[in-house]
């Protein structure tokens, strides 16, 4: 009867032992998160800052802290991780103890401003858009790379790139430079030598065309009909600029919706009524196409355009002024109608 009774006791402490065992196995190599997630870790966050971060994906949450403190883990590495179904605890701190972040896709479309460039990058990164502007206004990668303030929007070129979270500020701007020298092959630039202009002329008047029209299939059409002006010493008279100088004295925020004559004796190398040949600098960031439209675009006579109130956001081209004389007309009486006196 002893015996039996000590058997019982040596049977359930194995098997209670058994199951603390397990259940310490299981916090520390068992599956804890429920489903594939990502969570940013920022360079502030403490353990606790993680395990609470971790708490929606995890199913032992709480023993994070214990795994962490017995591998002597005490700061984990800002970035962000991508969490896969199924890990354990001991794969987490693994995977922030070494920094084995995954990279994410950032996008950027036409930006007006390198303000307003760098807010929509703060989005998406953990630099301050502060940094990001500090980083491409520096005086020594400016003169560098014969860029100034007002140009070196050129070198961002609309489209996905691949970063991580905790990229830096210069490290992004680098990358977006590279990332524009390539953009520039041996097919482009011979392209451009055709047409006699330089990368930045390029970009100048794509930005122009850019703003011009949202019309994709458009965009040869205008950019032909900038090109013939140019080609024959005429100004620009391009809508958009006067708009960016407008801007430039009421504010980025100020709503332009329709070009005033007043507007068209703004001081200004920027205004194309009052100077000829291109802007100094590009007016806002032309994305792929728009360049890509200036450097294969459509040859033809037009040297005048205005908007279609036939086919609203398309443009009515002409070859004569007179023609041209009709279009405006047509379109004068129809932003009347509409009341818009701005």
Same mark, same amino acid.
């Given at each position: 009867?002893?015996?039996?009774? !000590?058997?019982?006791? !040596?049977?359930?402490?194995?098997?209670?032992?058994?199951?603390?065992?397990?259940?310490?196995?299981? @916090?520390?190599?068992?599956?804890?998160?429920?489903?594939?997630?990502?969570?940013?870790?920022?360079?502030?966050?403490?353990?606790?800052?993680?395990?609470?971060?971790?708490?929606?994906?995890?199913?032992?949450?709480?023993?994070?802290?214990?795994? *962490?403190? @017995?591998?002597?883990?005490?700061?984990?590495?800002?970035?962000?991780?991508?969490?896969?179904?199924?890990?354990?605890?001991?794969?987490?701190?693994?995977?922030?103890?070494?920094?084995?972040?995954?990279?994410?896709?950032?996008?950027?479309?036409?930006?007006?401003?390198?303000?307003?460039?760098?807010?929509?990058?703060?989005?998406?990164?953990?630099?301050?858009?502060?940094?990001?502007?500090?980083?491409?206004?520096?005086?020594?990668?400016?003169?560098?790379?014969?860029?100034?303030?007002?140009?070196?929007?050129?070198?961002?070129?609309?489209?996905?790139?691949?970063?991580?979270?905790?990229?830096?500020?210069?490290?992004?701007?680098?990358?977006?430079?590279?990332?524009?020298?390539?953009?520039?092959?041996?097919?482009? !630039?011979?392209?451009?030598? *055709?047409?006699?202009?330089?990368?930045?002329?390029?970009?100048?008047?794509?930005?122009?065309?850019?703003?011009?029209?949202?019309?994709?299939?458009?965009?040869?059409?205008?950019?032909?009909?900038?090109?013939?002006?140019?080609?024959?010493?005429?100004?620009?008279? *391009?809508?958009?600029?006067?708009?960016?100088?407008?801007?430039?004295?009421?504010?980025?925020?100020?709503?332009?919706?329709?070009?005033?004559?007043?507007?068209?004796?703004?001081?200004?190398?920027?205004?194309?009524?009052?100077?000829?040949?291109?802007?100094?600098?590009?007016?806002?960031?032309?994305?792929?196409?728009?360049?890509?439209?200036?450097?294969?675009?459509?040859?033809?006579?037009?040297?005048?355009?205005? *908007?279609?109130?036939?086919?609203?956001?398309?443009?009515?081209?002409?070859?004569?002024?007179?023609?041209?004389?009709?279009?405006?007309?047509?379109?004068?009486?129809?932003?009347?109608?509409?009341?818009?006196?701005?």
């Amino acid at each position: 009867m002893r015996k039996k009774l !000590i058997y019982s006791i !040596i049977a359930i402490i194995i098997i209670v032992s058994g199951v603390i065992a397990n259940n310490y196995y299981q @916090k520390i190599f068992g599956k804890t998160i429920t489903k594939d997630s990502v969570i940013f870790v920022n360079s502030s966050d403490t353990l606790t800052d993680i395990k609470n971060k971790l708490a929606p994906f995890s199913e032992h949450a709480n023993a994070f802290l214990l795994i *962490a403190s @017995k591998k002597n883990f005490t700061k984990p590495k800002s970035g962000r991780y991508f969490l896969k179904k199924g890990m354990s605890n001991n794969e987490l701190v693994n995977m922030l103890r070494s920094g084995n972040q995954t990279p994410l896709k950032i996008s950027f479309n036409n930006q007006d401003t390198l303000e307003k460039f760098a807010g929509r990058i703060a989005e998406q990164l953990e630099i301050d858009s502060v940094s990001i502007i500090n980083s491409f206004t520096n005086k020594e990668f400016l003169s560098k790379n014969k860029l100034t303030k007002k140009s070196v929007l050129q070198i961002c070129i609309p489209n996905s790139y691949e970063f991580y979270w905790t990229t830096s500020a210069d490290k992004f701007r680098n990358k977006l430079l590279l990332e524009y020298n390539r953009f520039w092959n041996s097919s482009r !630039i011979k392209k451009a030598k *055709a047409l006699n202009m330089t990368k930045s002329e390029v970009i100048t008047l794509a930005s122009i065309v850019q703003k011009e029209t949202a019309k994709k299939e458009e965009r040869p059409i205008v950019a032909g009909l900038y090109l013939n002006r140019l080609k024959k010493g005429w100004p620009l008279q *391009a809508d958009p600029t006067i708009i960016y100088c407008v801007k430039e004295i009421k504010g980025q925020d100020y709503v332009v919706k329709r070009v005033l004559t007043a507007d068209l004796a703004l001081n200004s190398p920027y205004n194309t009524y009052k100077n000829k040949g291109l802007p100094p600098t590009l007016i806002a960031m032309p994305d792929i196409s728009s360049i890509d439209g200036v450097l294969n675009s459509q040859k033809h006579n037009y040297m005048y355009m205005c *908007a279609n109130v036939d086919k609203i956001g398309y443009h009515s081209f002409a070859k004569t002024l007179a023609q041209h004389n009709n279009n405006a007309a047509k379109y004068h009486r129809w932003i009347n109608s509409q009341g818009v006196n701005r």
